[in-house]
């Protein structure tokens, strides 16, 4: 077998390895099915299974109460920038958007598409290096919903805690911190992912809806586009994305091996400060990008003391096989993805790296 490297990439990402073993282990025949997964209608019983589990385990991974319902959709966390406002906000209504990077801004662009945008908060002229204060959100009382997203990944910033939404339903991108610490879902109305960060290979989006947004999709909508055709089939009115689904419910079994949400919270910590205490105590060679009380424990973004350094950097890491280190565009320099699945010795090593780095750059 080849050996694996260490993948920081910002996703799709890096799997649990006892769950990669579990895949290739069963792939050519399930357990009891003598087929594989790639291979069984998403309407049998062995795939049926499969997508009760992995809700199922879902629900008690992060407590989910039972009037939410979780659906597995397709067309990633970009088709929900348009399916939140098509479903939820009222044609001519307004949206709260809380504007953190990317991510938020597309989310927007979507939004407007249907109703009026209100930015409830915003840190761009920042370069989004940190979360707003909750002292400069202004929200709008009348607003269909508050829109946030949880983690940027790009930027590498995220929510310590969810914002004050006024009374407004709270919707979340949490595309890439989902299940990454404890979240109480009850405080918001809706949560939606794509699969690829934290969760599964690529294909899926887990949208977690309360049970009153339902009642707000306007008649008349494409069919596929509404979340109450995938609620009453229990997401299966067209075939679902079989093998993701199979992935991500090896995944929710993982997690709930590793101590569940608490667990995984309290390693993801860990593993975040080891890189920010590097960086801190590096005299300013390294410079996280997040501002402290805004720093991500999911995408960590630094730079070094210039650009001919940074090249250096991920070249040289990338020949230790520390893979996937070069920052977004946007903010340039490094970002080392370190999601759920990401080991702790691979920190270990990235901070051994960064120092001997140092020590001959710096
Ligand atoms: C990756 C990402 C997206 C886009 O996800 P797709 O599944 O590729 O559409 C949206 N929001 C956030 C926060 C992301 O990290």
């Given at each position: 077998?080849?050996?694996?490297?260490?993948?920081?990439?910002?996703?799709?990402?890096?799997?649990?390895?006892?769950?990669l073993?579990?895949?290739?282990?069963?792939?050519?025949?399930?357990?009891?099915?003598?087929?594989?997964i790639?291979?069984?209608?998403?309407?049998?019983?062995?795939?049926?299974?499969?997508?009760?589990?992995?809700?199922?385990?879902?629900?008690?991974?992060?407590?989910?109460?039972?009037?939410?319902?979780?659906?597995?959709l397709?067309?990633?966390?970009?088709?929900?920038?348009?399916?939140?406002?098509?479903?939820?906000?009222?044609?001519?209504?307004?949206a709260?958007?809380?504007?953190?990077?990317?991510?938020?801004?597309?989310?927007?662009?979507?939004?407007?598409?249907v109703?009026?945008?209100?930015?409830?908060?915003?840190?761009?002229?920042?370069?989004?290096?940190?979360?707003?204060?909750?002292?400069?959100?202004?929200?709008?009382?009348?607003?269909?919903?508050?829109?946030?997203?949880?983690?940027?990944?790009?930027?590498?910033?995220?929510?310590?805690?969810?914002?004050?939404?006024?009374?407004?339903?709270?919707?979340?991108?949490?595309?890439?911190?989902?299940?990454s610490?404890?979240?109480?879902?009850s405080?918001y109305?809706?949560?939606?992912?794509?699969?690829?960060?934290?969760?599964?290979?690529?294909?899926?989006?887990?949208?977690?809806?309360?049970?009153?947004?339902?009642?707000?999709?306007p008649?008349?909508?494409?069919?596929?586009?509404?979340?109450?055709?995938?609620?009453?089939?229990?997401?299966?009115?067209?075939?679902?994305?079989?093998?993701?689904?199979?992935?991500?419910?090896?995944?929710?079994?993982?997690?709930?091996?590793?101590?569940?949400?608490?667990?995984?919270?309290?390693?993801?910590?860990?593993?975040?400060?080891?890189?920010?205490d590097?960086?801190d105590?590096?005299?300013?060679?390294?410079?996280?990008?997040?501002?402290?009380?805004?720093?991500?424990?999911?995408?960590?973004?630094?730079?070094?003391?210039?650009?001919?350094?940074?090249?250096?950097?991920?070249?040289?890491?990338?020949?230790?096989?520390?893979?996937g280190?070069?920052?977004?565009?946007?903010?340039?320099?490094?970002?080392a993805?370190?999601?759920?699945?990401?080991?702790?010795?691979?920190?270990?090593?990235?901070?051994?790296?960064?120092?001997?780095?140092?020590?001959?750059?710096?």
């Amino acid at each position: 077998m080849t050996s694996r490297i260490f993948n920081f990439a910002a996703g799709p990402a890096v799997l649990p390895e006892a769950v990669l073993e579990e895949a290739q282990r069963d792939l050519l025949a399930l357990p009891g099915v003598g087929m594989s997964i790639l291979e069984i209608s998403h309407r049998s019983k062995a795939f049926d299974e499969i997508i009760q589990g992995c809700e199922a385990d879902m629900r008690r991974l992060a407590n989910i109460p039972s009037n939410y319902q979780v659906l597995f959709l397709q067309g990633g966390a970009s088709l929900q920038f348009s399916m939140v406002p098509m479903n939820i906000l009222p044609v001519g209504g307004k949206a709260d958007y809380i504007l953190t990077g990317s991510w938020s801004k597309k989310a927007v662009k979507e939004a407007q598409k249907v109703g009026t945008v209100q930015i409830a908060g915003s840190t761009e002229s920042e370069n989004f290096s940190r979360i707003p204060e909750a002292s400069e959100i202004r929200i709008d009382p009348d607003s269909a919903y508050l829109h946030f997203t949880t983690n940027n990944t790009i930027f590498g910033t995220e929510w310590e805690k969810e914002p004050e939404s006024a009374g407004l339903p709270l919707v979340a991108d949490a595309s890439s911190d989902i299940f990454s610490r404890p979240i109480d879902v009850s405080r918001y109305a809706l949560i939606y992912a794509g699969a690829q960060k934290n969760l599964a290979p690529a294909g899926a989006t887990v949208v977690i809806i309360r049970d009153d947004m339902l009642a707000r999709s306007p008649k008349g909508l494409p069919t596929m586009l509404d979340y109450n055709t995938h609620a009453k089939e229990r997401s299966l009115y067209n075939t679902p994305p079989v093998f993701t689904i199979y992935v991500m419910r090896l995944v929710m079994k993982w997690l709930l091996g590793e101590g569940g949400l608490e667990g995984i919270g309290r390693r993801n910590a860990e593993k975040a400060g080891l890189l920010y205490d590097a960086m801190d105590g590096s005299g300013g060679f390294f410079r996280p990008h997040a501002r402290p009380g805004s720093r991500s424990k999911m995408n960590v973004t630094f730079r070094l003391p210039s650009e001919d350094l940074e090249k250096r950097f991920v070249a040289e890491a990338t020949a230790q096989g520390l893979d996937g280190l070069k920052g977004h565009r946007s903010v340039g320099g490094i970002r080392a993805s370190i999601y759920n699945a990401f080991p702790v010795v691979g920190v270990n090593v990235l901070v051994s790296f960064m120092r001997e780095f140092q020590k001959k750059n710096g």
